[in-house]
């Protein structure tokens, strides 16, 4: 790949090569002048994918991209301080999507020379991209359009025949899911942390602005901070963006439910999509909160685990086998506060 693509797409492989290659020092990015550029842009990079887009403009001579591609480090470094793994998952998204959009115009040999980075088995026929199916279900699993559905596409031989927007898109969701797996970094040097602490405070404050907005949602009767790691999870994922998995979708909606959420206050949580579409998302939840005569109970923490749902639990996730026991026992447990807390004041 070209030198001057790699500002355009920091995050592969031959780009980090070549940042190394270039011997600037940790101190000289966090203190030289020269780089005062870069890490503007870097700040600028995070606080913009906080609001959901990090723009991109056309990069004019060697200089400016230089201070791109630098920017991204940087970027990563604040992101790595911040250590919030909701806010790694909106950064990594933010940055794949500004991605896609200039991936999205480049040519065919660009796309299956971009796709190699990503180990990604594709060839490209008359004006097909061909690409194995395991990849495909890889990448495409968390799209929740039908259209992506293996039964909907032209499968032949164990090949899957996709457009080249398409591709570009499957390209965005192996861009995020690098960038998230790679965040946060495990050992921050001290120097990072102490140069970064201003800029990482400010981007807190505002990440927790954005979080009470969140949960401001109505929740009707329902208790969200008593809601299981998997499904606090999942919410903030809709809420951020991020397309669900089918099962976890699922999951989440029919846990909505059975704590006593109504339809339309859990199809305004999903109104925020990008994807959203009313009729076949209620459709959906009615059909799960059994209008069409099965009502569904929400999985076990033992099926969360098998379709990859069940995030890391917490102390309570190990006594329990359903996530509907965490949200009661964490009821239980507030009111049992609260009586004791009563009894206390009465002098009992
Ligand atoms: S252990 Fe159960 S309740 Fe806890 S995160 Fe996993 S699936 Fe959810």
Known sequence: MQVDKFAYYPFISEASTHVENL???????????????????GIERVKEALEGEIKKSHLFGEAQALS???SYPFARMLVACVNDSLFTRRYALAEAK??????????????LEFGEDFRISVEFKDTYFIMHFTDYIHFSNSLKDPAWKLTNR??????????KEEFARLLEEAIRERIDHFLPIPEIPEEVSNFCAPYVAEIKDQFEIQKKK???????????????????????????????????RFAMTSFLLSVGMSVDEILNLFNISPDF???KTLYQIEHISGSTGN??????????????????????????KHPLSYYEKRIYLKNKEKENGNEIEQGK
């Open 277 to 279: 579409g009313t009729e």
């Open 214 to 248: 969140f949960w401001a949602t109505d929740f009707g009767i329902v208790e969200p901070e008593f809601f299981p790691p998997c499904i606090f999870h999942a919410i903030a994922n809709v809420k951020s963006g991020v397309n669900l998995a089918h099962s976890m």
């Open 98 to 111: 500004a991605a896609y959009n200039i991936l999205k115009n480049e040519n065919p040999t660009f796309l």
């Open 154 to 163: 032209t499968f032949r031989a164990g090949k899957v025949s996709i457009t």
């Open 23 to 41: 011997g600037i020092s940790l101190d000289s990015l966090l203190n030289s002048r020269a780089f005062r550029t870069a890490r503007v842009r």
């Open 68 to 70: 791109e591609l630098l």
């Open 295 to 320: 009502k569904y109970k929400p999985p076990a923490c033992d099926t969360m685990r098998t379709y990859g749902n069940c995030i890391g639990k917490d102390r309570l996730c190990k006594k329990i």
